[in-house]
């Protein structure tokens, strides 16, 4: 029963704190299109921490995805305003962001350089870019109609964006978890010397993971800048550390203290509907990160001391 609990404690806790605000707000939070509305609002966050998720699991870190999310929304527009079409515009953006990230991985691979220092740099590199081509100011105007759409109305009953996440989701998960190349994945991470030793392409299968992760932070830029209808060049600012957050919150789920899909997505979901929650209760924004923190750091622990480490 123990083990169960630990497997599955992260995801009672998930139904918990939804029972919990029903009780408080039943009205306004327990109802059925808030429930969706959440789906909604966690989308762009779970998305940016799928990536994430792929790089932890070669044992790395990103730490240019807020960057990328941001360049992703200002390249668009900026192409939109010399008149390129938006698919080919939004593919030339998907495919410089697998270029920053082919760089930081083959980087951090090739010539074993800490993933915090290499994304640092390609993070601060790509913001200089994204502050160059806008000048530094938000960009408005020349978005096609038909470029809005993929951020926002309904398919099937669900919010467009809620689809963008179900079918990114379970892309990843088949990727992770039923195809050879998240064995391979999650073997680099594991040891990277065994690894090697058993065949493993260390460094084309590092660079592949983050390029999965700026590709993700890229799109989550172009659906931002979709829904909201504008780029700012710091839009990205608040992904990286809710996106992590979401990623240790989901090592407490499922498997032992290793990033898996699952749980990522269920970590999301805990940041997403606490925000929610919270927000509906009138709490600042301010006491809002506070107690997701806390949230967080408590889960963490109960982990840990689970397994008896206190």
């Known amino acids: 029963m123990t083990g169960f609990a630990r497997q599955y404690g992260t995801l009672f806790a998930l139904v918990a704190i939804i029972a919990a605000f029903s009780i408080v707000s039943p009205g306004a939070f327990g109802s059925m299109s808030n429930l969706i509305n959440i789906t909604q609002q966690m989308t762009l966050l779970a998305i940016v921490a799928i990536g994430a998720t792929v790089v932890m699991a070669v044992g790395e870190f990103d730490l240019s995805t807020a960057s990328i999310v941001s360049f992703g929304g200002i390249f668009a527009v900026y192409l939109f305003k010399l008149g390129v079409p938006a698919p080919l515009a939004c593919l030339l953006v998907l495919t410089i962001a697998a270029l920053f990230g082919a760089i930081s991985g083959y980087v951090v691979s090739r010539f074993q350089v800490l993933s915090f220092i290499a994304t640092l740099a390609v993070g601060t590199i790509i913001g200089g870019i994204t502050f160059w081509i806008c000048d ?175």
């Open 136 to 310: 530094g100011a938000t960009l408005l105007g020349d978005i096609p109609s038909g470029f809005r759409d993929i951020g926002r109305g309904h398919t099937l009953g669900l919010p467009t964006m809620t689809w963008w996440l179900i079918v990114i989701a379970l892309v990843a998960w088949i990727l992770l978890d039923k195809l050879e190349i998240g064995r391979k994945l999650y073997a680099i991470g594991g040891n990277r010397e065994a690894a090697r030793l058993a065949g493993v392409r260390i460094v084309s299968n590092t660079v592949a993971a983050f390029i999965v992760s700026a590709v993700l932070a890229a799109l989550v830029g172009i659906l931002l800048t979709a829904r909201i209808g504008s780029a700012n060049p710091t839009g990205g600012g608040g992904y990286l550390l809710s996106a992590y957050a979401a990623v240790f919150l989901g090592m407490t789920a499922f498997r032992e203290g290793e990033a898996n899909l699952p749980g990522t997505v269920v970590g999301a979901a805990i940041i997403a509907v606490v925000g929610n929650g919270l927000t509906i209760l009138g709490v600042s924004t301010f006491l809002q990160d506070i107690i997701t923190g806390t949230i967080i750091l408590a889960a963490v622990l109960v982990r840990r001391i689970g397994q008896g480490i206190a």
